[in-house]
């Protein structure tokens, strides 16, 4: 087996995670996998509860991303399948990914959260609609705070009582996942947090 990321041959000599069951597969070598800074940051806020961070929007993130999004390179989501799975695995909470709009999701062939979710066998409810087809990174700050319905719930939220927790691939202004809280609270769920693979570690 080699690594996604560099094509060298992962060694195969068992590992101290291998023996504890930490890690059953490895699919990015030590030296790729290290250029990722894990940062866990946790930040509270207002109709969006908390959004939890893993790791630091770097120049290895941007590459991974890029290589993930527009090479279409779907194996790449088992890299993050155990931080991923560290995470989220509260079978009580209601894990909800952040779709993409349908017409992105046609030239993109795949979701790529639905993609990172799937590769960490994570069990997950597509509950939400993307009702815009612009890129938000397109958008000014006003022209983002002007719109005011991004994502439609599409199927009857059953436990409102219990926790749901949004999933994005990156966390920039926090205004995709705001909007999607919204949507959510507006159907009577009590609490939305979310969880980010990445966040840029240095902020405006
Ligand atoms: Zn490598």
Redesign the pocket.
Same mark, same amino acid.
């Given at each position: 087996m080699t690594?996604l990321? !560099?094509d060298?041959t992962l060694h195969d000599q068992p590992t101290w995670q291998h023996f504890l069951g930490i890690q059953k597969d490895a699919f990015? !070598?030590s030296? !790729?996998f290290e250029k990722f800074e894990r940062i866990d940051r946790v930040i509270e806020g207002d109709v969006l509860d908390s959004v939890d961070s893993l790791y630091a929007y770097n120049e290895a993130a941007r590459e991974y991303l890029h290589q993930f999004k527009f090479m279409q390179d779907v194996a790449l989501a088992q890299i993050f399948a155990p931080s991923l799975r560290s995470v989220l695995n509260d079978s009580k909470k209601i894990v909800v990914p952040i779709p993409m709009h349908p017409i992105n999701k046609r030239k993109r062939t795949f979701s790529q959260v639905d993609a990172l979710l799937e590769a960490a066998k994570i069990p997950y409810q597509s509950l939400l609609e993307k009702t815009t087809e612009s890129v938000m990174g397109e958008k000014s700050r006003s022209e983002r705070l002007a719109m005011t319905e991004l994502f439609r719930v599409t199927a009857d939220i059953q436990r409102n009582e219990a926790v749901y927790v949004l999933v994005d691939d990156i966390y920039t202004t926090g205004t995709t996942l705001r909007h999607a809280a919204e949507a959510l609270k507006q159907r009577g769920v009590q609490r939305v947090e979310a969880v980010t693979l990445f966040r840029p570690i240095r902020e405006k």
């Open positions: 690594c990321l !560099c060298k990015a !070598c030296i !790729c």
